[in-house]
């Protein structure tokens, strides 16, 4: 059974503040890793799809990095903004390379 | 708006009922993947159907099935329903041939299911 975990569950941060969090996931027969990001009554959205080791993926203040070698990834903000709260869910593929294994996320609330 | 749409958007039935969630990929998307949010867990994933044939099985309880028409709208079809099912169910879609894990997935606004 593929596990993917994510810390921390929760954050509060300042405005102004970078945050960094976890995702980790098995190493063994990985085909991508997603970053989704799931605002309050909305539906999640793809930040980013990351496929081989070492890739480093940026768009605006979040940059994510992934090592697949050891199964983990880390979602990087920089200088967090009140709308940057949100629930960050990674999700691996599968052996079978059809469905994502989502984390239960890490809920970030960034304070004005 | 992702272009994926699900109606209804609420649903609210009794223990035993029997419902259908319907979705509507994004224009052109051939796979439709189904999910389920209950409380406390993430986002779990029950089928996904690609241009009218079922491509994977996750959780899927033996009551609930799923269909994708020539139309590629799809319907998830729970039965004796248990106040356990209670949860939000996404539909995502996503663009590309099979084989998905490159592709990002789109999804739906989700119907919050309510089992009394």
């Known amino acids: 059974i593929l596990n993917v975990e994510q810390s921390p569950q929760s954050l509060h941060v300042q405005e102004g503040d970078s945050t960094n969090f976890t995702c980790s996931f098995p190493s063994s027969n990985f085909y991508a890793l997603h970053w989704y990001r799931w605002e309050t009554a909305k539906s999640p959205e793809a930040l980013f799809v990351m496929t081989l080791n070492g890739d480093e993926k940026k768009k605006g203040r979040i940059s994510a990095t992934l090592n697949t070698k050891e199964g983990y990834s880390y979602l990087y903000i920089k200088g967090s903004q009140p709308e940057d709260s949100a629930t960050y869910l990674c999700a691996s593929f599968n052996q079978a390379g059809t469905a994502l294994i989502f984390g239960k996320g890490t809920t970030l609330s960034v304070s004005s | ?116």
């Open chain 2, 1 to 116: 708006d992702s272009g994926v749409t699900q109606t209804p958007k609420h649903l609210i039935t009794a223990t035993g009922q029997r419902v259908t969630l319907r979705c509507s990929p994004r224009s052109g998307d051939l796979s439709v993947y189904w999910y389920q949010q209950s409380l406390d867990q993430g986002l779990q994933f029950l089928i996904q159907y690609y241009n009218g044939e079922e491509r994977a099985k996750g959780n899927i309880l033996e009551r609930f099935s799923a269909q994708q028409f020539p139309d590629l709208h799809s319907e998830l079809n729970l039965s004796s329903l248990e106040l356990g099912d209670s949860a939000l169910y996404f539909c995502a879609s996503r663009g590309g041939t099979s084989g998905g894990a490159f592709s990002e997935q789109f999804f739906g606004p989700g119907t919050r299911l309510t089992v009394l």
